[in-house]
């Protein structure tokens, strides 16, 4: 049996995803900037998934910017957020539990000279409103805060965040990063009070190398690249006509039934859980009660005894697939950055796996996954002990 547990690292393309995506390529190639027929069918199919977009987000198509993916996103809502409101400020609130598409401009800011509070989480993962709130100053300029965390799943209060910040000053621009949350929750950043939103299109079966950012109307962002004007000025090139059809039927296909796909990823969540309380030396990370205030794919899993590399690639020999971690950081020797802010102990760090679900997976895989660990478990620990 093949199963593919790291639908957090990327997910199968739809077959409703692909067909647009070929259509694309082959049909309507025209760039989208040219005036004549083929340039008009282009343009066509960015406007459709603007719309859709729009739509599921409750939000203007003037608001929806296309990008590289989640990583270009993320960057050009704080640098380009941070330098249009460098005048008003020098402070930045994040959280310690950033994905690196968000830690890294941070850190880049702050090494130019503006200071930046990072948000503690508690066990499961979550922030303190109470820490937000003592950390807004006068000076503060952005916040930026994940809403689903790419390695535990924990899931972070954005509509309380919201009012907090918006509360102290109406002006500090807000950026959610929804990457693992779209198409997992409805969100609707303009009535939350979200100021920047951002998507990747291969997290929900669309193509890789596709994202988007929502930018409220009222939001200036300073531009990241610069050249022919596309996307307002905020976004310079020729559009990705084919990446950018994909993703706007994967939005629409992954909202379809959503109620139903997301009770499925729960109870998948629970069956998976509930069978490694069985396993002696596990422990799951950023539990929470109820289930349902983490996130429905992930689940996060420590093993005594055994390195996570090892065991991704033990599980793999039985056809099960995992990240160790983060698949976006598991090929660099870094210790993970989420783990520590949870309190996770020394001898566990390197001993973690994550575990990520899609709407295709199913009961009968989690079954077999949990027969898998519990038969190379107690194997790998005999091997680390010699």
Same mark, same amino acid.
């Given at each position: 049996?093949?199963v593919?547990?790291?639908?957090s690292s990327?997910?199968?393309c739809?077959?409703?995803v692909?067909?647009?995506v ?5 049909? @309507?190639?025209g760039?989208p ?11 066509r ?11 599921l987000?409750k ?12 990583t270009?996103? @993320?960057?050009l809502?704080?640098?380009?957020g ?6 008003a400020g020098n402070?930045i ?8 598409a968000?830690a890294e401009p *941070?850190?880049y800011l702050?090494?130019?000279?503006l200071? *930046?509070?990072?948000?503690s989480?508690?066990?499961?993962g979550?922030?303190?409103l ?7 100053r006068?000076?503060t300029?952005l ?10 799943g924990s ?8 009012a ?6 109406k002006?500090i621009l807000f950026? *959610?990063?929804?990457i693992?949350?779209f198409?997992?929750?409805?969100i609707?950043?303009k009535?939350i009070g ?5 998507i990747s299109?291969?997290k ?5 190398g596709?994202?988007a950012?929502?930018?409220h109307e009222?939001?200036n962002?300073?531009?990241?690249l610069f050249?022919g ?6 976004r310079s ?10 993703l706007?039927?994967?939005a629409?296909?992954?909202y379809?039934?959503?109620?139903e ?11 998976l859980?509930?069978?490694l309380e069985?396993?002696?030396?596990l422990?799951?990370?950023g539990?929470?009660d109820?289930?349902? @205030? ?5 689940v996060s899993?420590s093993v005594?005894?055994?390195k996570?590399?090892v065991f991704?690639?033990?599980l ?8 160790a971690?983060?698949a976006?950081?598991?090929n660099?020797?870094r210790?993970?950055?989420?783990l520590k802010?949870?309190g996770?102990?020394?001898k566990?760090? @390197?001993s973690?796996?994550r575990?990520s679900?899609?709407e ?6 989690v079954t ?5 660990m519990?038969e *190379?478990i107690?194997v ?5 002990g010699r």
């Open positions: 049996m093949e593919y547990l790291d639908n990327t997910t199968r739809y077959p409703e692909k067909e647009v070929i259509q694309a390529m082959t049909e @309507d190639f760039n900037s040219s005036m004549h027929k083929k340039g008009i069918e282009g343009e199919l960015v406007k459709r998934s603007k719309e859709l977009l729009a739509g987000l939000v203007k198509e003037k608001e929806i910017v296309f990008t590289s993916g989640g270009e996103s @993320d960057n809502a704080v640098l380009g941070a330098a249009a409101r460098k005048r402070h609130i994040t959280t310690k539990i950033e994905h690196p968000v *941070v850190k702050e090494a130019r000279g200071c *930046v509070t990072y948000l989480v508690d066990k499961r979550r922030i303190s109470k820490e937000l709130e003592e950390a807004l006068e000076d300029i916040v930026s805060i994940i809403h689903v965390n790419n390695e535990i899931l972070q209060p954005i509509e309380e965040a919201a907090i910040i918006k509360k102290k000053n002006n950026h *959610v990063d929804a693992q949350s198409g997992k929750y409805r609707y950043p009535k979200i100021d920047l939103l951002s299109g291969h929900f079966h669309g193509p890789k596709i994202g950012l929502y930018i009222k939001v962002l300073s531009p990241l050249g004007g596309q996307q307002q000025g905020i090139g020729t559009e990705n006509v084919p990446g950018i059809a994909g706007g039927e994967a629409k296909k992954v379809e039934n959503f109620e796909k997301r009770e499925h990823l729960y109870c998948l969540k629970k069956k859980m509930g069978s069985e396993i002696e030396g422990v799951i990370n539990i929470a109820p289930i349902t @205030d983490t996130a429905p794919h992930i899993v005594e005894g055994v996570s590399e991704l690639h033990a793999e020999e039985r056809g099960v697939y995992v990240s971690g983060s976006c950081s598991s660099k020797k210790t993970s950055e989420t802010a949870i996770l102990s020394q566990l760090l @390197d973690t796996i575990f679900f899609s295709e997976n199913t009961l009968e895989e077999y996954t949990v027969r898998c519990k *190379v107690p790998l620990r005999k091997y680390v």
